[in-house]
């Protein structure tokens, strides 16, 4: 029995493996119909979720597995003190596979360690986000072609995004890719992931500024500034406008540079980017499903020849 809390959990062919699988899904939906019947898929959400909870529920139902779960603290028995441990063993008795969202880092680690079945990390506070990674992989791998040979800018809040930190240890195990991380300094990514590419001989900046650095990129990664991490309301009005794309500004970028966001967005791209054929963040909601489809059948061992 396998659980995912870090993406780093994951090897580079078992990361490849998943893409594969992701993309046979896309070519053959009909092979993996009822791959998952009689399986159930608990969604454990204490944070609020649209895409993560709900592809996960599309996926297992694509899959011809049932879900159960809840979607807020309040309306589990979190609420009256049982802990997370106790409930992952509960839930094991009734579920054959956990995602779990938590706003405590580690707490989809602890539920991993009590329960009997899978624990899938489904964002862990400003932690983690590795099933946002998979999406997000597959996305370039899609629509660019590959994961190598890559200079990638992420923008915005790189210290809270938790999708940012699980993003870059991911590429940082493929060739000759290159980070621009573009964040005012109060939002910069933290030193452990600077170390971590540092220690790797692995290319980066940090830079302030996004429309010096646009015609340089590959990939561009916008991020929400996160304000549910925020100590105070003043930082956080201060800084959430910080970056907004726009389509003038993508006149600065190469023609075939991608535009990824894992969403919810709230100023940071305009729509007048969302019909730029480089703009790619709503497809990358759609991978999500195949990609959690294909992560479901690995971690409950179940294999489509
Ligand atoms: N990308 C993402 O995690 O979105 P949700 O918070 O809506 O799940």
Same mark, same amino acid.
């Given at each position: 029995?396998?659980?995912?809390?870090?993406?780093?959990?994951?090897?580079?062919?078992?990361?490849?493996?998943?893409?594969?699988?992701?993309?046979?899904?896309?070519?053959?939906?009909?092979?993996?119909?009822?791959?998952? %019947?009689?399986?159930?898929?608990?969604?454990?959400?204490?944070?609020?979720?649209?895409?993560?909870?709900?592809?996960?529920?599309?996926?297992?139902?694509?899959?011809?597995?049932?879900?159960?779960?809840?979607?807020?603290? /309040?309306?589990? /028995?979190?609420?009256?003190?049982?802990?997370?441990?106790?409930?992952?063993?509960?839930?094991?008795?009734?579920?054959?596979?956990?995602? &779990?969202?938590?706003?405590?880092?580690? %707490?989809?680690? +602890? %539920?991993? #360690?009590?329960?009997?079945?899978?624990?899938?990390?489904?964002?862990?506070?400003? @932690?983690? @986000?590795?099933? #946002?990674?998979?999406?997000?992989?597959?996305?370039? /791998?899609?629509?660019?072609?590959?994961?190598?040979?890559?200079?990638?800018?992420?923008?915005?809040?790189?210290?809270?995004?938790?999708?940012?930190?699980?993003?870059?240890?991911?590429?940082?195990?493929?060739?000759?890719?290159?980070?621009?991380?573009?964040?005012?300094?109060?939002?910069?990514?933290?030193?452990?992931?600077?170390? &971590?590419?540092?220690?790797?001989?692995?290319?980066?900046?940090?830079?302030?500024?996004?429309?010096?650095?646009?015609?340089?990129?590959?990939?561009?990664?916008?991020?929400?500034? #996160?304000?549910?991490?925020?100590?105070?309301?003043?930082?956080? +009005?201060?800084?959430?406008?910080?970056?907004?794309?726009?389509?003038?500004?993508?006149?600065?970028?190469?023609?075939? &540079?991608?535009?990824?966001?894992?969403?919810?967005?709230?100023?940071?791209?305009?729509?007048?980017?969302?019909?730029?054929?480089?703009?790619?963040?709503?497809? #990358? %909601?759609?991978?999500? +499903?195949?990609?959690? &489809?294909?992560?479901?059948?690995?971690?409950?061992?179940?294999?489509?020849?």
């Amino acid at each position: 029995m396998r659980s995912l809390n870090s993406i780093l959990d994951l090897g580079v062919d078992e990361l490849d493996g998943l893409i594969a699988t992701a993309k046979d899904i896309i070519a053959h939906p009909e092979a993996y119909w009822d791959r998952c %019947a009689h399986k159930k898929l608990a969604t454990l959400f204490f944070e609020p979720s649209t895409r993560t909870r709900l592809s996960f529920e599309a996926a297992m139902l694509e899959l011809g597995g049932s879900v159960i779960g809840f979607s807020e603290a /309040s309306s589990s /028995s979190a609420s009256k003190g049982e802990s997370v441990a106790d409930t992952a063993k509960i839930v094991s008795c009734y579920a054959d596979i956990i995602a &779990m969202r938590h706003p405590k880092e580690g %707490a989809p680690y +602890v %539920a991993s #360690q009590a329960a009997s079945i899978p624990v899938i990390n489904a964002g862990d506070g400003g @932690h983690n @986000h590795p099933t #946002q990674t998979l999406a997000d992989l597959l996305t370039i /791998s899609r629509e660019m072609g590959r994961l190598s040979n890559l200079t990638i800018g992420l923008c915005g809040d790189l210290k809270f995004g938790r999708t940012v930190h699980s993003l870059v240890n991911a590429l940082s195990r493929y060739d000759n890719l290159r980070f621009i991380f573009i964040s005012p300094t109060e939002l910069r990514v933290p030193d452990y992931i600077t170390e &971590m590419l540092r220690e790797k001989n692995i290319p980066y900046e940090e830079v302030i500024r996004l429309e010096d650095k646009l015609p340089e990129l590959d990939v561009l990664y916008m991020t929400r500034v #996160q304000k549910e991490r925020f100590f105070n309301e003043e930082d956080y +009005v201060r800084l959430k406008d910080f970056y907004i794309l726009t389509a003038k500004k993508m006149n600065l970028a190469p023609p075939d &540079m991608l535009v990824l966001h894992p969403l919810p967005r709230v100023n940071e791209i305009s729509v007048d980017v969302d019909d730029d054929p480089r703009a790619v963040y709503f497809k #990358q %909601a759609q991978y999500a +499903v195949y990609v959690r &489809m294909a992560l479901i059948l690995t971690l409950l061992n179940i294999h489509v020849d």
